[in-house]
């Protein structure tokens, strides 16, 4: 996700995290060397000089700002948010969400690009060096976005299959005349109430996509054509990432911006279609009760942290490939508002789709509005089969969905790479001999282990690992890792770094969402997400075994595990009584006194401005 250019290396060493002056600086320090009594002769180190090793860097301020709303923009903004808002009190529903943005999104990802930024590390050895005790949180992130990304490229998958098959002479979701339908229960639109019919669109899903088994229970062979593309989707991956920054930072500029294009294209096209008005009436119908629901503003946060990508590591990792004095203040907001006007923005597109084709089937939205995967692989290829020009529409729909799926994608596993490099890069490079081998290797184990969700059975599979991974696990190391940083490393150091950075501390509102109001929500989330817990389910009917919700719990656990085991393990090998183990353990080892480069005017400036 990163450029880099051939003068835009840094260096940084590995205990103190103080970087290396130029040679401007060296210069200077030598005639003050000669000058009895300077200042600068009483802050020259008198240790021997520390090994360095050089990190990468964004080539240019934007890479970093487009692929950063590469990762947040995805396919939760399409087919999560505008569902959500609909379910959640329409408009109402906007009230929670902004206030949960401004007091959680934003103070929280301004947290992480500071810890990011500043120690230029990922998330596991950032997090060892400002809270040791919870070491374990930073390797949890890394876990959870790598499981995360073994199934996420799944839906990769099957967007190459419907961009294939939308170039077909008629699309083939649009009629029951196939092969794999079944004749009797197939309907050319959709079929309302009438629960013993399934779209025509809804069995392409099911019975050519997927060949959908009855159950997890019943796995059924692999899918071959899913397979091979499944190999094509991570092999998109890696050619896109194998250069690491150097390489991802120029393909953001395409697939960050691609989609914005197709996003504002089908609204005029779609806002234009008789009885779409009714779709973005229903979708944005302020329902005020709604906000005396506990769980609408739960949802409200849980889309916030989803949705930027809190917690999951991938926003620490970008941000310590930045300068280290990059105006990340300004950079938060830009993420944060661009990822939110594009949620707004997609419910517009899908809702006036839906309401188009309530209208032409005579039928009430609420029985065409879905959550999930059918949203973009069930209703909308249904809306284009009737809509003019489907031939146009339709590849250029999946290649949206192909775009906000791969920069998300390439995030997840360049928190991997990045922890693979921070913590072992010098052990393993002799072995592997170039970084690209590295990167390949972590590609092809993701592969084998997303081969599970090409089987016939394997939506049941891709559902159960959604459920427990993005549900269960992240609140868990949102809560953790918001009291790691804000309360135990602490609100007065964390506006240190932005100081040392930025050259002035964050301002009050900053200091008291850290302090306050952050882990607050996040605690109040945590708690709600516990009571209102509900098992996993595919569809409205089918419930799962419980060997399987027995699975599923195991994979949420395989996350937070990381958690006690790191905390344990950190007090286990500090010297010590108990009080004296738990008072190292908290205590940080990063040095926040020894920054030997000062923030440039023109961050200083735009600091004060933001």
Known sequence: MMGVGADNKTVSTSSKFTLQPSEEEKEEVEIDKMTPGSAEATRLPKAEPQETETREMWGRRLEFVL????????????????????????????????????????????????????????????????????????????????????????????????????????????????????????????????????????????????????????????????????????????????????????????????????????????????????????????????????????????????????????MISMASYNKFNNNILRDTFIVCLANSATSIVAGFVIFSAIGYMAHIHNLPVDDIATDGPGLVFVVYPEVFSTMPISQLW??????????????????????????????????????????????????????????????????????????????????FLAFFEVLAITLIFGVRRLSIMVENMLGKKPNLFFRVCWQFLSPMLVLGILISSIFQYTPARYGKSYKYPFWAEVVGWFISLFSIIWIPLGALHELWTTEGSLLQRLKKSITPTLDLESVSEKPSAESIALFTVA
């Not at 693979?420 to 972590?442: C, T, Y």
């Not at 394997?458 to 459920?467: A, E, S």
Request: glycine share 10%; proline share 4%.
């Open 394 to 475: 339709a590849p250029l729909f999946f290649i949206m969905l192909l775009c906000l799926g791969l920069d998300s994608q390439f995030a997840m596993v360049e928190v991997a790479v990045t922890f693979i490099m921070d913590g072992f890069g010098k052990k393993i490079l002799p072995v592997f001999k170039r970084k690209e081998l590295i990167v390949l290797a972590v590609c092809s184990f993701g592969f084998l282990l997303g081969i599970p969700h090409i089987t016939r059975g394997g939506i049941y599979v891709f559902q159960l690992m959604d459920h427990y991974t993005a549900v269960v696990s992240l609140m």
């Open 67 to 314: 692929a950063t709303i590469g990762y947040a923009v995805g396919l939760g903004n399409v087919w999560r948010f505008p569902y959500l808002c609909y379910r959640s009190g329409g408009g109402a529903f906007l009230i929670p969400y902004m206030i949960m943005l401004f007091l959680c999104g934003i103070p929280l990802l301004f947290m992480e690009f500071t810890v990011g930024q500043y120690t230029r590390l990922g998330p596991v050895h950032a997090l060892a060096k400002i809270c040791p005790l919870f070491k374990g949180v930073g390797l949890a992130t890394v876990v959870i976005s790598y499981v995360l990304c073994t199934y996420y490229n799944v839906l990769m998958t099957w967007a190459l299959y419907y961009l294939l098959h939308s170039f077909s002479p008629s699309l083939p979701w649009q009629s029951c005349n196939n092969t794999w339908n079944e004749v009797g229960n197939c309907s050319t639109g959709f079929p309302g109430n009438a629960t013993h019919l399934k779209s025509a669109s809804q069995q392409f899903f099911d019975h050519k996509v997927l060949e959908m088994t009855a159950g997890i229970e019943h796995a059924g062979g692999i899918r071959w054509e899913l397979f091979g593309l499944l190999v094509l989707a991570w092999a998109i991956v890696y050619f896109c990432i194998f250069k690491g920054v150097k390489s991802t930072g120029k393909v953001v500029y395409f697939t960050a911006t691609f989609p914005y294009f197709i996003l504002f294209a089908l609204l005029i096209n779609n806002v234009q279609l008789p009885g779409a008005k009714d779709g973005i009436l229903f979708f944005l119908m302020p329902n005020w009760s709604k906000l005396l629901e506990v769980q609408v503003w739960v949802n409200a946060a849980a889309q916030i942290f989803n949705s930027i990508g809190i917690s999951f590591g991938s």
